[in-house]
Structure formats: structure tokens, C-alpha cells
């Protein structure tokens, strides 16, 4: 059964690193993996995706492993204003399918 | 202008009245999208337009009637909801509908439907 797993929540301190974790093991070889976030009151917003290698933008850095079963996205340095649920997409046959996501938390 | 706006922000609606919700963007995006979103809960997939036409309707109930007028605007016709349809309503577009693939969706702010 295709199914995206997230870990519900994770806590980090201000100006350290987070890595968020999707698992995705069913998803085929030509669907791209995007993450998006959602803060509070607002609608999702577009973080970064890629397919098979490793991506970089101004907000994070996206980790995909060889197998392309899992991701990992990467906040370089946390700040108050990346708390928010940070949503794993994939397609799954012609359903684009929103992981359960992860609340994350960051301390001052 | 990277905008989606939906309107109205708020609404409350008896489960006898007809409403619609309304979405816009002027990004020339080609697929418009309607999502579901309870609280606590992941954006689920309602319908998607690509080019106009409806090309994907996830087994939503007829109580939910989506209208793509224009390339720009996307509404949600409301009839007879029940309560459990209380959540919010949110609007993607992005310039083609295969968004799953190489490129970004971008998401309005959404409409909060309160059924009574």
C-alpha cells in the first residue's frame, strides 16, 4: 500500500541544524519528492523538491537516498520562523499525496 | 505577482444554504487545484483542473461542485453540507498540472468553513 511516513514531531534549538526524515518506499522512479510547510494559519508553502540527487535552495537542502526510499530535508540553521509542520509529497499513481507531516519545534 | 487568493477567508453556512468559494491567481498557471484540510490533518486532494477541464475528482460527494470559469479563477460550490464538512479549503495552482513533477505549487491562505 503506498504510504509516505513522517516522524509527528521534532524540537531544535535556535541556529542548529534539523534534518526531517520521510520515508517513501513505494514511490516510482520518475516521481520527484517535494517538501512544502505549512505554518500556523496559512496554506502550505513550497520548500524545495528533487528526483534523484541532492538539491539546494536559499531555504533548505534536500537529501535523497540512492534507493530513493527516504529524504531528508535539511534547515541548515533553525530559526524561530521555521516552526511549522513540514509536509514529504509524492505521487502516488495520479494521486499527490501529502505525508502525515512534521511539527517541528524550535527552541530560542 | 505569485499570489493565489481565495475568498472568503471566513465562512459559517447552515447545512440548507448554498455558497461558493472562489480562487484566483494571474500567474498563467495552467492547473488549479481544490484541497481539504481538517484540523491536524495533511491537505487531502478534492479535484484538479488542468487547462479548464476537470481532470482528476478524488470521489468527492456532489454536495462539492467545482467550476473553472477562466484560466485565472477556480470555484467550489457549496449545497447542502453537513457539519463534518467543517475544515479549511485551500487553493493551489502551478503552471502545469503534473505538479508532482519539476516544478512548485503554490498555495492561497484558504477559506474556513464552519457547516451549522
Known amino acids: 500500500d503506498a504510504k509516505t511516513t513522517q516522524p509527528n514531531s521534532m524540537e531544535s534549538n535556535e541556529e542548529e541544524p534539523v534534518h526531517l526524515p520521510c520515508n517513501h518506499s513505494?514511490?516510482?522512479?520518475?516521481?520527484?519528492i517535494h517538501w512544502y510547510r505549512q505554518l500556523p494559519s496559512q496554506g502550505p508553502e513550497y520548500v524545495i523538491h528533487?528526483?534523484?540527487s541532492n538539491v539546494n535552495n536559499r531555504m533548505a537542502s534536500l537529501a535523497i537516498a540512492e534507493d530513493r526510499k527516504s529524504s531528508t530535508l535539511i534547515l541548515h540553521r533553525a530559526t524561530l520562523r521555521d516552526a511549522a509542520v513540514y509536509y514529504c509529497?509524492?505521487?502516488?499513481?495520479?494521486?499527490?499525496?501529502f505525508g502525515p507531516g512534521t511539527r517541528l519545534s524550535v527552541l530560542p | 505577482d505569485t499570489e493565489v487568493t481565495q475568498t472568503p477567508k471566513h465562512l459559517v453556512m447552515g447545512m440548507t444554504n448554498k455558497k461558493s468559494l472562489k480562487c484566483e491567481q494571474h500567474?498563467?498557471?495552467?492547473?488549479m487545484y481544490w484541497y481539504k484540510q481538517k484540523a491536524k490533518k495533511p491537505p487531502e486532494l478534492m479535484f484538479v483542473?488542468?487547462?479548464?477541464?476537470?481532470?482528476i475528482n478524488e470521489s468527492v460527494p456532489s454536495r462539492f461542485s467545482p467550476e473553472c470559469p477562466n484560466s485565472s479563477l477556480l470555484n467550489l460550490h457549496l449545497h447542502a453540507l453537513q457539519p463534518e464538512d467543517s475544515a479549511l479549503y485551500l487553493c493551489?495552482?502551478?503552471?502545469?498540472?503534473?505538479?508532482?513533477?519539476?516544478?512548485?505549487?503554490?498555495f492561497g491562505q484558504g477559506t474556513r468553513l464552519t457547516v451549522v
Open positions: 493551489a495552482s502551478s503552471p502545469e498540472a503534473e505538479y508532482s513533477m519539476n516544478t512548485e505549487a503554490f
Open positions: 513505494t514511490i516510482s522512479g520518475t516521481d520527484y
Open positions: 528533487g528526483l534523484t
Open positions: 509529497l509524492c505521487n502516488y499513481g495520479q494521486n499527490f499525496v
Open positions: 500567474m498563467g498557471h495552467r492547473a
Open positions: 483542473y488542468s487547462y479548464e477541464k476537470l481532470s
